[in-house]
């Protein structure tokens, strides 16, 4: 199995709450994993990269999180501001790179 | 600095109908790369050049030509467009070249949003 799964496909909360966003991926260990953010109509930006080594790394109100042994890595936006809307994609790197389909959120006023 | 510029922003065309898609960057990246996202579906590599005067096929590369005009540049042509080609294109660029350095980001252009009826 080589495909990238992300979930929730969407997800809306409201502006101040925090969320998590997971990622599961398929080969261990790899050369890293990327998450992008991708507001409407534009290309995706990279937020964060995480090698095999790494359980958290930490990006402003992003943090992702590695974990080798299920094959997840979780994004956690805290408090979360309306700038935040936006699809978030979850990128494995393995020499050629992997995209999930992403997970699309909307914060709420 | 511009970064990644993809023109068109928007395109209709109608089946069997050539056009191509212009991308340049100014970061003097050795790689660059192009990309169809449809909905529901991870970006998907159609071609990708590692150097200039190289390129090379992605997952999904029927239908499409590329040229890598120089370092700066790469365009993606379709030659006879099919409405299962409706698709947003997107093109990236990275510093790595042959040499590896896999911790390079991507960074994309805007995309340029395809129908074709």
């Known amino acids: 199995k080589n495909q990238v799964e992300q979930s929730p496909q969407s997800l809306i909360i409201l502006e101040g709450k925090n969320c998590t966003l997971q990622?599961?991926?398929?080969?261990?260990?790899?050369?890293?994993l990327r998450w992008y953010k991708q507001d409407t109509g534009r290309g995706p930006v990279s937020l964060t990269i995480?090698?095999?080594?790494?359980n958290t790394k930490s990006n402003g109100r992003y943090t992702a999180t590695l974990d080798a042994d299920t094959k997840q890595s979780s994004l956690h936006i805290t408090a979360s501001q309306l700038s935040d809307s936006a699809s978030y994609i979850c990128?494995?790197?393995?020499?050629?790179?992997?995209f999930g389909a992403g997970t699309r959120l909307t914060v709420k006023p | 600095n511009a970064g990644v510029t993809q023109t068109p922003k928007f395109q209709v065309l109608k089946t069997g109908q050539s056009m191509t898609l212009q991308c340049a960057q100014d970061m003097n990246h050795n790689s660059m790369y192009w990309y169809r996202q449809d909905p529901g579906m991870g970006l998907r590599l159609i071609y990708y050049s590692a150097s200039e005067g190289t390129t090379d096929k992605g997952e999904v590369p029927n239908g499409y030509n590329v040229s890598r005009l120089n370092k700066r540049e790469f365009s993606l042509r379709l030659e006879s467009a099919a409405p299962s080609q409706t698709s947003v294109y997107f093109c990236?660029?990275?510093?790595?070249?042959?040499?590896?350095?896999?911790?390079?980001?991507?960074?994309f252009g805007n995309g340029t949003r395809l129908t074709v009826t």
């Open positions: 990236a660029s990275t510093p790595r070249g042959l040499q590896g350095d896999y911790n390079s980001p991507l960074h």
């Open positions: 990128v494995e790197n393995v020499g050629d790179m992997r």
């Open positions: 995480m090698t095999f080594s790494e």
């Open positions: 990622c599961n991926y398929t080969v261990s260990p790899f050369s890293n």
